[in-house]
């Protein structure tokens, strides 16, 4: 039986239709064009904050340059640091900004590996950061059974946080009820968290930093006890990390993004930080076990990769897998993430990556770059006339 077309999906349809019809009537200003006779052996990675959009505005250019790779067929991927939303919540808002045919297989947010950590799936998690309760819902999307929020908790035990009452009504509109209550008189029967996610920047800090810090004190992960291996110097890290803790994953490291104001704003680097010196203070210095993924991490690169050459293999069919993607060209703002990330990484595929950075975001001309770009252009448009000029002249297109 075919499937119904309900006014949604005709809609739907009709959207993705015109706006394919705009691209292929709108002429081009870039004047390289990339030989068809065989396939690009190169390809785009694009950070999206700074690069393509700034807060929710197009940045100039960003359109006509994915246009021009969509209509010569060269793949590329969109790599950015942010989250909060799930993928396709993403990938429709950029279409309709960006006014380009995108889909999720182009596209990694920071969080989005945590999909694969498939041994959490059925653990009772928390999930810190973004807006309401966006972050666990996307969490539920990627398999996991049991996530809990802060809000939850809070709502569930207004007490655990007594500086909470600004917040108290927005935490009502969207918390649920916990798995488990924090029952001490029987600890097997209280709420347990098994790992702690940071899936975005974090909206009430003092309410999260105290339940992520009541955690990493705990017994066995056991929300309202305290272990009684804390402080003891007969043990390896002072005691501290030693009884069973969750673990902490963190999806970025990025301390600034650019935003709709004129001045760069803290992210979820800002917390990590807050949060590693409240860690000192507490243990006097203790190590803290964490992971952070997303830009610049060699992991987060190979996951992009990964995405790039399933796309490219959308484009062309199998036969594009006998011609090896051979260059990477990562256009970005920032470069503590973008730029050290693609001078870094180690392509287990053979690939070069070369990194392009832009003056639409983070980074400021005249400020010296932390890391190094192979090259600066002003914006996104003259970064990808650049690189396919470049890798015209390198014989890959």
Excluded at 29 to 40: D, E, H, M, N, R
Excluded at 275 to 304: M, R, S
Aim: aromatic share 10%; charged share 25%.
């Amino acid at each position: 039986m075919a499937t119904p077309v309900t006014p949604v999906i005709r809609r739907s349809l009709a959207n993705t239709g015109r706006i394919r019809c705009r691209n292929l009537q709108r002429q081009r200003s870039f004047q390289t064009k990339v030989t068809q006779s065989k396939i690009p052996n190169f390809g785009f990675a694009f950070d999206i904050d700074g690069v393509l959009v700034r807060s929710s505005t197009p940045i100039p250019g960003a359109h006509k340059a994915l246009s021009y790779l969509q209509d010569e067929r060269i793949p590329f991927v969109l790599l950015t640091n942010g989250g909060g939303k799930s993928e396709e919540e993403r990938v429709r808002d950029l279409q309709e900004k960006l006014d380009v045919p995108l889909d999720t297989g182009m596209f990694l947010q920071s969080h989005t590996p945590f999909a694969n950590l498939k041994q959490y799936h059925d653990k009772t998690v928390l999930v810190v950061g973004g807006d309401h309760d966006k972050c666990q819902r996307v969490a539920q999307g990627y398999g996991y059974k049991n996530v809990v929020t802060p809000g939850d908790i809070y709502t569930a035990y207004p007490d655990i946080w007594p500086f909470g009452k600004p917040f108290e009504e927005v935490y009502k509109a969207f918390a649920k009820p916990p798995p488990k209550p924090i029952n001490l008189e029987s600890p097997p029967d209280s709420l347990k968290i098994d790992a702690i996610f940071v899936y975005n920047d974090p909206r009430d800090w003092g309410l999260d930093a105290s339940l992520i810090l009541d955690l990493m004190l705990s017994e066995q992960g056991i929300l309202g006890t305290l272990s009684k291996k804390n402080g003891d110097s007969s043990l390896p890290n002072n005691g501290y990390l030693q009884d069973g803790q969750p673990a902490l994953y963190y999806s970025n490291p990025d301390l600034w993004w650019a935003s709709s104001y004129h001045l760069n704003r803290l992210g979820q680097g800002g917390f990590q930080f807050a949060f590693d010196g409240l860690w000192n203070a507490v243990t006097g210095g203790a190590k803290l076990e964490k992971t952070t993924i997303g830009k610049p991490t060699q992991a987060t690169y190979e996951y992009a990769e990964n995405l790039l050459r399933q796309h490219r293999k959308k484009i062309w069919g199998p036969v594009g897998l006998n011609d090896p993607l051979k260059r990477v060209y990562m256009v970005g703002d920032n470069p503590e993430s973008d730029i050290q990330g693609a001078n870094n990484y180690q392509s287990p595929h053979g690939s070069d990556w070369t990194s392009v950075l832009v003056k639409t975001g983070v980074w400021k001309e005249g400020q010296e770059p932390s890391h190094k770009p192979d090259i600066i252009h002003e914006n996104v448009s003259e970064a990808v006339q650049w690189a396919v000029e470049d890798a015209r002249k390198r014989g890959s297109a």
